[in-house]
């Protein structure tokens, strides 16, 4: 049984901030992935597809009107009888996101993986932005430098940049912004990179900054994140790097 490699980016651009499309995606993922390459169940039932997959029968009748909605199954035969889950990526190279190490246990390790993979695309932004950037000021040659200037120019117009000739600055990647990208809350947002971190895709660095204080002795203050006896201590958002190539 292989994995399936890819998925479409603009399938996953429409899972932002959506929990139940997510959901929804990842049924279609699992279910694909279990049918193998025929991608198809004759004479399918809410009992057959639980045994194939595990799902509760309760979550599949839920989501199958859902996925039937967008396109993602395909009803056939003579009282559509036969389940076909649709092609989930293009043949534009480009177009997809490589999901090859997305967890295929279970139902659930595959929705993990596809919000973690959310979380990972935004990171995958910033690196973009940031090579554009360095090329455009040190490009090694007269293509590459015509390549960068030109998503920087793409850049500038939907107002990522506000000029061309803007230095990228690295705030981090907070939870707050993680969790309006999947529609979760900040605690979830936190599991979320916990498990791209336990699964290797991504490497987290902490940002913070210490100061010595003599005496500060824990005081408080907005001039500051927490302080213990001698010192103070400002917490950023944690800054990650990819492990994974999307």
């Known amino acids: 049984m292989l994995t399936m490699a890819q998925l479409r980016r603009k399938i996953m651009t429409e899972c932002k901030g959506q929990p139940r499309l997510q959901k929804a995606v990842a049924f279609a993922v699992f279910l694909k ?6 991608s198809m ?3 399918y039932s809410v009992n057959k597809i639980h045994t194939l ?10 989501y199958l009107p859902i996925l039937k909605q967008c396109g993602f199954v395909a009803f056939c035969g003579k009282n559509n009888q036969h389940l076909i889950v649709s092609k989930l990526c293009s043949h534009t190279k480009g177009r997809n996101v490589k999901i090859d190490d997305f967890c295929f246990d279970s139902y659930k390790d595959v929705y993990r993986s596809l919000r973690a993979y959310l979380a990972l695309i935004i990171q995958s932004h910033k690196d973009f932005v940031k090579r554009s950037i360095q090329i455009v000021a040190n490009p090694k040659n007269w293509e590459e430098f015509k390549a960068a200037r030109r998503n920087v120019k793409r850049l500038v117009k939907q107002g990522v940049l506000c000029g061309l000739c803007d230095k990228y600055k690295e705030y981090g990647l907070s939870f707050k912004r993680i969790a309006s990208e999947t529609g979760n809350c900040a605690r979830t947002a936190q599991r979320i990179m916990n498990y791209a971190i336990k699964k290797g895709w991504v490497s987290k660095k902490r940002n913070f900054k210490k ?7 824990r005081r408080q203050s907005d001039m500051f994140t927490f302080s213990t006896l001698n010192n103070i201590y400002i917490v950023y958002a944690n800054t990650y790097e990819l492990n994974i190539l999307l």
């Open 41 to 43: 169940m004759r004479n």
């Open 53 to 62: 997959t595990k799902i509760s029968a309760t979550t599949i009748k839920k």
């Open 211 to 217: 100061i010595f204080t003599p005496k500060i002795n």
């Open 33 to 38: 992935y279990k049918l193998g390459q025929s």
